[in-house]
């Protein structure tokens, strides 16, 4: 398994948007789980978002404190996962990072991931 790769982090206005990528290059099954999780400074890596991949049918997971703001969504012919975050705000800033390798019953626990990203870091500036 190959580590997934994210992209699309960086600086932006309370309010704005930003676009995560996570390409999952190591994927070697059409039923598979992918995992967003941020770690702010000085805080615990928590869940974000997942979506699970199984016999051709997707659902996906969001946390609560960005419901309504953030969307997880996934590109089978690029390995590709995505992010939207939409409504940025300053508390949303920390490191981004991009998970698989979960199994299905288990996508909002850290421990349950056995890739990780090297993170992408997002910023929102009041």
């Known amino acids: 398994q190959v580590q997934p790769v994210e992209s699309g982090g960086g600086l932006v206005q309370a309010g704005g948007s930003l676009r995560l990528s996570c390409v999952d290059s190591?994927?070697?099954?059409?039923?598979?789980?992918v995992g967003w999780f941020r770690q702010a400074s000085g805080k615990e890596r928590e869940f974000v978002a997942a979506?699970?991949?199984?016999?051709?049918?997707?659902?996906?997971s969001v946390a609560d404190f960005v419901k309504g703001r953030f969307t997880i969504s996934a590109d089978n012919a690029k390995n590709t996962v995505l992010l939207q975050m939409n409504s940025l705000k300053p508390e949303d800033t920390a490191v981004y990072y991009c998970a698989a390798g979960a199994p299905f019953q288990c996508v909002t626990q850290r421990r349950c991931y056995g890739y990780w990203g090297q993170g992408t870091q997002v910023t929102v500036s009041l």
């Open positions: 190591g994927r070697t099954s059409t039923d598979y789980v």
């Open positions: 979506v699970r991949w199984s016999g051709g049918i997707r659902l996906t």
